[in-house]
């Protein structure tokens, strides 16, 4: 399946949200009254087959303890949520909204020859770490356009590679021992992205009053965009539909 999430902030197939609606909510708004929340969900038009199982080449002892599965579509048969899909505001102005220092996390994970989480999110300019916990060599590497590739050899006994990156972009990250392992680290230069969960279920808090474009981002099913407004104390609810991938 090809790939469309590869590169910067500037992404390959656009198309627009069904809409957005504000509504009555509870958000978490830390006592501020100008701020309030974007809550949403994302779906597939349609069931979409089951991920397929990876081959496993080598170091098969590590890697072959379970099956380990395509996450490039990661759909919930019940609800028809896409899990790892990139949530993240584009309208904030520079330097308004830096991220906290409990934004984002600040590991990249190699466990039974898979990357987790399979999409990163960490902070520009703040250092995060890539863990080794299989005991067998690693090599990371970065698919990245606006930053210096990182490649880097991480044998067994190499538990932790410090890394920062500066420049706002989304990249691909593979292991060059394991063809098959394939994660994706989105660098944020504020702090209202966030990723998708199971059921492709997503909320921003302490957003800013006003009107906004929420950007939505997957890497095999592209982008879309919408335009919604945040009152404030208030939640503001949008349903996001990506139509059936072809073939």
Not at 144 to 160: I, T, V
Request: charge should be negative; proline fraction near 5%.
């Amino acid at each position: 399946m090809s790939k469309i999430f590869l590169g910067g902030l500037t992404l390959l197939t656009s198309v627009f949200a069904l809409g957005a609606t504000a509504i009555d909510g509870n958000p978490r708004h830390s006592g501020n009254q100008d701020l309030g929340s974007i809550t949403g969900t994302i779906r597939v038009s349609g069931a979409v087959d089951a991920p397929q199982v990876l081959r496993v080449g080598v170091d098969r002892e590590v890697c072959a303890e379970e099956p380990l599965l395509d996450e490039s579509l990661i759909v919930d048969n019940e609800s028809l949520g896409v899990k790892n899909v990139v949530v993240r505001i584009t309208s904030i102005e520079e330097g308004s909204a830096k991220p906290r220092e409990t934004d984002y996390l600040r590991a990249l994970q190699q466990r039974n020859c898979r990357f987790e989480p399979h999409v990163l999110i960490v902070a520009a300019g703040r250092e995060f770490s890539i863990l080794n916990w299989d005991g067998i060599l690693h090599n990371t590497h970065t698919r990245s356009r606006l930053n210096r590739p990182f490649n880097k050899a991480q044998p067994g006994f190499l538990k932790r590679v410090p890394v920062t990156l500066k420049l706002p972009e989304t990249m691909e990250v593979a292991c060059d021992a394991h063809d098959w392992m394939t994660a994706w680290i989105v660098v944020a230069e504020h702090r209202f992205y966030t990723v998708s969960g199971d059921q492709g279920e997503f909320r921003l808090d302490g957003v800013p009053a006003g009107r906004h474009e929420l950007e939505i981002l997957h890497e095999t099913l592209g982008t879309q965009t919408v335009q919604i407004t945040v009152e404030a104390q208030k939640d503001a609810h949008v349903e996001f539909e990506y139509p059936l991938p072809a073939g």
